[in-house]
């Protein structure tokens, strides 16, 4: 087996979904089943229980895992020594979302690339309810996450910023919000939420404290997905305002006043501690750190 086979197992091993995991690497799905079938042809085990809905690892797959793991990292920490000699080199993988994409990065990448040009980023962007679930599955090297109020041990993080989180309803649709007096009825208003992640916890929090059931519409992946639907009207949601500042759909949409405020974000960088071994993480990481404290 080589790192190249390494590397796809052990990214498959963290999404458990083959099509993710080609689109993520850059193979196809044929090629990607070939890899996976010649490493148990050659160790002899079967590595994953799969059908048409799921994917499983083995105990042959667990133990095949952390070697993966183990001889990645020093793989890349070797490549790391070797390019000190010269130039940083080798490559990067981070996960966030769109918005963190086009809002946060773009300073943290110009300085990034321009001191280190050689170092290859590979950028996923996707829902950022699941980033921290992505860094602790290995499927990349650092993420842009909402913070909880404690990580786990395992995780480091560099606050960025923070942003309120905030109720939003339609502009163009009022009859969505129903009112009982001057309080919003919950009971009758249709409300949107994530379908897990912070955002979600949070929304959850807030209504219980209250003692309010609220009467959920849809849950959906992604706040990008809540802001589309509350603006064709189909309820009211739970959002960073960060995220609707850079949304195109911003002025199709109100902010609700609530009591009490809803906990505000902080989003931030966050890495695996034994990642930190790696230069071009470390280089990243000292790059963003700089951009932070500006």
């Known amino acids: ?7 796809l ?3 498959l091993a963290g999404s ?21 079938q010649r490493l148990e042809e050659e160790l002899g085990e079967q590595l994953f229980l799969r059908d048409n809905r799921s994917v499983l690892l083995t105990a042959a797959g667990e133990v095949v895992k952390s070697y993966a793991d183990e001889v ?4 890349d920490v070797l490549q790391g020594e070797l390019s000190r000699e010269h130039i940083l080199g080798g490559e990067i993988s981070l996960y966030c979302s769109v918005t963190a994409a086009y809002s946060i990065l773009p300073a943290i990448f110009q ?5 280190h040009p050689e170092v290859h980023i590979n950028l996923e962007t996707g829902d950022a309810a699941r980033a921290l679930n992505k860094l602790q ?13 404690s990580l786990p041990e395992r995780v480091v993080s560099l606050k960025i910023l923070e942003t309120p989180l905030v109720f939003i309803a339609p502009a163009d649709f009022p009859e969505t919000v129903h009112y009982r007096g001057t309080e919003i009825d919950w009971q009758k208003t249709p409300v949107i939420t994530a379908d897990f992640g912070l955002s979600r916890e949070r929304t959850d929090h807030w209504f219980h404290e209250k003692g309010i059931v609220p009467n959920i519409y849809a849950q959906v992946a992604g706040n990008e ?6 603006g064709l009207g189909c309820g009211v949601g739970v959002v960073p ?33 034994k990642n930190m071994l790696l230069p071009q993480v470390e280089a990243f990481w000292r790059i963003a750190t700089g951009k932070a404290e500006e």
């Open 1 to 7: 087996m080589d790192i190249r086979e390494l590397r």
């Open 9 to 11: 197992f052990r990214h």
């Open 16 to 36: 458990l979904h083959f099509g993710r995991t080609s689109r993520a690497c850059h193979v196809t799905p044929s090629a990607l089943t070939r890899t996976i």
């Open 72 to 75: 990645i990292q020093r793989y």
């Open 111 to 115: 300085k990034f690339r321009s001191v």
């Open 137 to 149: 599955n290995r499927e990349v090297d650092i993420t842009v996450a909402a913070l909880p109020a």
């Open 225 to 230: 997905a809540i802001i589309a639907m509350v």
């Open 241 to 273: 305002e960060l995220v609707l500042e850079k949304s195109s759909l911003k002025g199709q949409i109100n902010l609700l006043e609530v009591s009490p405020e809803l906990e505000s974000f902080s989003i931030g960088i966050c890495t695996m501690k």
